[in-house]
């Protein structure tokens, strides 16, 4: 991939440049924290699943 050059926009931001990758803990970390978000519904929710299955559920009695 060729090298892109950052935007007067991205400067101000302070955003790194396209292509470059400086997070802490690595490629790797960052990975691992992208597959736990898909288990979660939310950043302090339960587990999406559980969250799915409330809505699959027949209303209580007079709840609707």
């Known amino acids: ?3 892109q050059p950052n935007s007067d926009g991205r400067k101000e931001n ?3 440049p396209l292509g470059d990758f ?3 803990g690595g490629e790797d970390k960052i990975a ?3 597959e736990e978000s898909r288990k979660r ?3 302090d929710g339960p587990d ?3 969250v799915g299955d409330t809505f ?3 209303p209580a009695a007079g709840k609707r």
Do not use: N, S, V
Request: net charge negative.
């Open 1 to 3: 991939m060729t090298q």
């Open 14 to 16: 302070e955003a790194e």
């Open 22 to 24: 400086t997070a802490l």
């Open 32 to 34: 691992r924290t992208g």
């Open 41 to 43: 519904a939310g950043p």
């Open 48 to 50: 999406a699943a559980e």
């Open 56 to 58: 699959k559920k027949d």
